[in-house]
């Protein structure tokens, strides 16, 4: 029940119901109390809980930054979300209040990206805004919020890229490497080309991982969930060996680091379109042009089926003319 006093030149009004956390607040008048008691009692027959203020001042940067230090560091996608969430944080969508934060913020933060990124990097932005909410939801929030992501139509996936580097975007990459100075960034992009290995799980490589003796790598945290080991080229493993063993990583590089450092690096290569996923593209194609079989090239790839496997089989017009040549084939006498 409610119970208001005067206090001074204030009116403390506070509510109290069995099952819930009594609440209390003061007012210049009277008439102000009686309604605010009111409206908690009423939310009190619903079973809402009051918000304090601090949940009433509560933005979605302070649930990502909360959601970046207790959640992501046991997923898979930690790096990721590492330079991800700090990157929603700072969208004038995350400054609005929790309980303000409305479907028309979140289109209009859709719109706005999709003039910067990808359908598909918006679609995976908004689908962590909503894991994001959800969490709390579930954990931190006195009242869960209606999510707003929900109600958002997505982007839809973007066709898949067949990008692969010319001779020219090669002159133009291996050049801006030999002038950088960032030694991490090109070993890590080296070792892509090489292996065509996805960032995540380059930056992840430990050297209790490694078996070069053997020319072996074993890969724990990768994209579908399941561990696998890799065989190496002569050149991946000269270039593991090349790098000082001075952490438990074979490239102590952070996920954001190395985003910065490549966007810098094709700035000076002239080479915007390419993106650090098409090394992986590229490497793959190269792979079955040396002639792999699909259930060779998924080894080193980790793709699980052969439909996903051949979306980067995109090989060399002119080297398959040239293949063609040297296999004559005779028809009649």
Known sequence: MATIRKRGNKFQAQVRRNGFQGVS????????AKAWARQIEIGFDRGETPLSEKQKANTFADIAKRYL????????????EQYRIPNLAHQSFAKIRLYELTSPAIAKFRDSRLKQVSGAS????????????????????????????????????????????????????????????HERLKAVISFALETGLRRSEILGLRWSDTDLNRGLIKLHETKNGSSRIVPLSSAAIKIISLQPEATSQIFPLSANACRLGWERLRVKAKLPHLRFHDLRHEAISRLFELGLTIPEVTMVSGHKTKSQVLRYAHSDLLKIKEKLKSNIMYYGH
Do not use: C, G
């Open 25 to 32: 607040k003061s007012f210049e008048r009277l008439t102000e």
């Open 69 to 80: 230090k207790e959640v992501s560091p046991s997923k898979k996608s930690y790096l990721v």
């Open 122 to 181: 918006v679609r995976k932005e908004l689908y962590l805004i909503s894991a994001i909410i959800k969490h709390a939801n579930a954990e931190w929030l006195d009242r869960p919020i209606n999510n707003p992501v929900s109600q958002v139509s997505k982007p839809r996936d973007s066709k898949p890229r067949d990008i692969r580097l010319t001779d020219n975007d090669r002159l133009k990459l291996f050049d801006a490497m030999a002038k950088s100075k």
